[in-house]
C-alpha cells in the first residue's frame, strides 16, 4: 500500500455515490440507445454496478495491485454477457467512468485512475465470455459432488444430504467430503450465479444446505480422542458476509487436532480482539472473500498490533483477493495466506515446528 494510494482509494470512496450518479447520468445522456434497450431497469442496474465498479477499483489502486481490478472486470464480462449485455456496453460504460472519475478528483491522482482502467480495457477483447466448471475431470470425487450440487439446485437438500452421509458410512473420510466436495460446490454454485444458471435463492440454499450437512457430519468428525496442538481464532471482517470458507477451515483443523473459535460473518474489530485476547489465541484466520474488503482486513490486522495483547497470534488471511493476488497477504501485514483449507493445514504444521 503507497500513501498515493490511500489518499485516492479514500477521494473515491468519500464520493462513490455522487460518481456513481453522475457515470450513469452521463453514459445514458450521450447514449439514447440504452433507455431503449434496457428501460428503468436496466438504469437502476447500471448504478448498482457503478457503485461496484468504484469499490473494486479504489481497493485495487490503494493495494497497488492492477490485477485486482483487471480480474474484476473480466468476472463482469462473463456476468454481464451471460444477461445479455454486451462486452460493448462494458467497455463504453468504462471509458465514462475513467474521464467522470478523473475529472472530479485532483490532478495528481488522474494518471493512476486512467492508468487502471485503460489496463483493463487493453485486455477486455481477450477476457473470455464464459467460465470453466469448477468440477475438473480426473478430480477426486468429481461425480459425487456433481450429483450433490444438482441435488441441491433442485431443492432436494435430503437426498443431497443422503448422499454425503452414504460416502461417509461406505469408508469416504470426512476430510474428503470437505475438500473434494463441499469446497469445490461453493465455488461452482458462485460459477453459476455469475453465468446466469443459478439465482440467488439457488446459491443461499445451497449454502444453508451445506452448513446442515456439515453439522450432521460433526459426530463422526470427532469420534476419536485428539491431541491439541493450538488454538486458533476464525473470523470474516466486518461487511463480509461470506463465511462457510472459514468454517470449512475450521472444522479441518479441529480434524488436525486445532481448537478453533468460529466467529462467523461481519465481525466487529473489537469483539474479535477481546476474543483473541480471552483465548490465548496462536493464530488468528481473518477471511475476506469480496476484494473491496482488503482495506478492512488491513485496518482489523492494524488494530491487532497496536493492541495490549501479548503474546500475538501469528495472523492468516484466506479469499478470493488474496489468491488472485499472492503477494496481497504481505501487503496488509499478515503472516502468511494459504489458498484453500489443505494448503492452510499444511502452512499451520510449517509454523509450529
Given at each position: 500500500?503507497?500513501?498515493?494510494?490511500?489518499?485516492?482509494?479514500?477521494?473515491?470512496?468519500?464520493?462513490?455515490?455522487?460518481?456513481?450518479?453522475?457515470?450513469?447520468?452521463?453514459?445514458?445522456?450521450?447514449?439514447?440507445?440504452?433507455?431503449?434497450?434496457?428501460?428503468?431497469?436496466?438504469?437502476?442496474?447500471?448504478?448498482?454496478?457503478?457503485?461496484?465498479?468504484?469499490?473494486?477499483?479504489?481497493?485495487?489502486?490503494?493495494?497497488?495491485?492492477?490485477?485486482?481490478?483487471?480480474?474484476?472486470?473480466?468476472?463482469?464480462?462473463?456476468?454481464?454477457?451471460?444477461?445479455?449485455?454486451?462486452?460493448?456496453?462494458?467497455?463504453?460504460?468504462?471509458?465514462?467512468?475513467?474521464?467522470?472519475?478523473?475529472?472530479?478528483?485532483?490532478?495528481?491522482?488522474?494518471?493512476?485512475?486512467?492508468?487502471?482502467?485503460?489496463?483493463?480495457?487493453?485486455?477486455?477483447?481477450?477476457?473470455?465470455?464464459?467460465?470453466?466448471?469448477?468440477?475438473?475431470?480426473?478430480?477426486?470425487?468429481?461425480?459425487?459432488?456433481?450429483?450433490?450440487?444438482?441435488?441441491?439446485?433442485?431443492?432436494?437438500?435430503?437426498?443431497?444430504?443422503?448422499?454425503?452421509?452414504?460416502?461417509?458410512?461406505?469408508?469416504?473420510?470426512?476430510?474428503?467430503?470437505?475438500?473434494h466436495v463441499f469446497e469445490p460446490c461453493q465455488r461452482e454454485i458462485g460459477r453459476l450465479w455469475q453465468v446466469n444458471m443459478a439465482s440467488v435463492?439457488?446459491?443461499?440454499?445451497?449454502?444453508?444446505?451445506?452448513?446442515?450437512?456439515?453439522?450432521?457430519?460433526?459426530?463422526?468428525?470427532?469420534?476419536?480422542?485428539?491431541?491439541?496442538?493450538?488454538?486458533?481464532?476464525?473470523?470474516?471482517?466486518?461487511?463480509?458476509?461470506?463465511?462457510?470458507?472459514?468454517?470449512?477451515?475450521?472444522?479441518?483443523?479441529?480434524?488436525?487436532?486445532?481448537?478453533t473459535v468460529y466467529l462467523g460473518a461481519s465481525v466487529p474489530v473489537t469483539a474479535l480482539l477481546d476474543t483473541v485476547k480471552a483465548r490465548h489465541?496462536?493464530?488468528?484466520?481473518?477471511?475476506?472473500?469480496?476484494?473491496?474488503?482488503?482495506?478492512?482486513?488491513?485496518?482489523?490486522?492494524?488494530?491487532l498490533r497496536g493492541s495490549n495483547i501479548v503474546p500475538l497470534p501469528k495472523i492468516l488471511v484466506g479469499g478470493y483477493a488474496f489468491r488472485l493476488?499472492?503477494?496481497?497477504?504481505?501487503?496488509?501485514?499478515?503472516?502468511?495466506?494459504?489458498?484453500?483449507?489443505?494448503?492452510?493445514?499444511?502452512?499451520?504444521?510449517?509454523?509450529?515446528?
Open positions: 500500500m503507497s500513501q498515493a494510494g490511500e489518499k485516492i482509494r479514500d477521494a473515491i470512496e468519500s464520493r462513490r455515490d455522487v460518481l456513481a450518479k453522475a457515470i450513469v447520468e452521463q453514459e445514458w445522456k450521450s447514449r439514447p440507445d440504452l433507455e431503449r434497450r434496457y428501460g428503468a431497469t436496466g438504469y437502476s442496474k447500471c448504478l448498482e454496478d457503478a457503485n461496484f465498479h468504484l469499490r473494486y477499483l479504489s481497493e485495487a489502486i490503494e493495494a497497488s495491485e492492477p490485477k485486482l481490478f483487471v480480474d474484476y472486470i473480466a468476472w463482469a464480462k462473463v456476468m454481464l454477457a451471460s444477461r445479455n449485455v454486451p462486452s460493448e456496453d462494458l467497455a463504453n460504460h468504462l471509458q465514462v467512468v475513467r474521464e467522470v472519475v478523473a475529472d472530479a478528483l485532483p490532478s495528481e491522482m488522474r494518471e493512476v485512475i486512467r492508468g487502471y482502467i485503460n489496463t483493463a480495457l487493453s485486455h477486455l477483447p481477450q477476457y473470455p465470455a464464459h467460465v470453466l466448471s469448477f468440477f475438473e475431470a480426473g478430480e477426486p470425487m468429481a461425480e459425487i459432488a456433481k450429483s450433490y450440487l444438482a441435488a441441491l439446485l433442485r431443492y432436494e437438500r435430503h437426498a443431497a444430504i443422503q448422499l454425503i452421509l452414504d460416502a461417509v458410512d461406505a469408508g469416504t473420510s470426512v476430510k474428503d467430503i470437505y475438500c435463492a439457488q446459491e443461499h440454499y445451497c449454502t444453508a444446505s451445506t452448513q446442515l450437512a456439515m453439522a450432521l457430519l460433526y459426530p463422526r468428525m470427532f469420534a476419536q480422542k485428539r491431541t491439541k496442538i493450538g488454538t486458533l481464532v476464525a473470523a470474516c471482517v466486518p461487511g463480509e458476509l461470506h463465511e462457510i470458507g472459514s468454517r470449512l477451515v475450521c472444522d479441518l483443523l479441529e480434524m488436525e487436532g486445532w481448537d489465541a496462536d493464530i488468528l484466520a481473518i477471511s475476506a472473500s469480496m476484494t473491496f474488503h482488503i482495506n478492512a482486513v488491513r485496518q482489523l490486522i492494524l488494530a493476488a499472492p503477494e496481497l497477504w504481505r501487503d496488509v501485514g499478515a503472516d502468511g495466506h494459504a489458498k484453500d483449507s489443505l494448503e492452510t493445514i499444511e502452512l499451520l504444521k510449517s509454523w509450529r515446528q
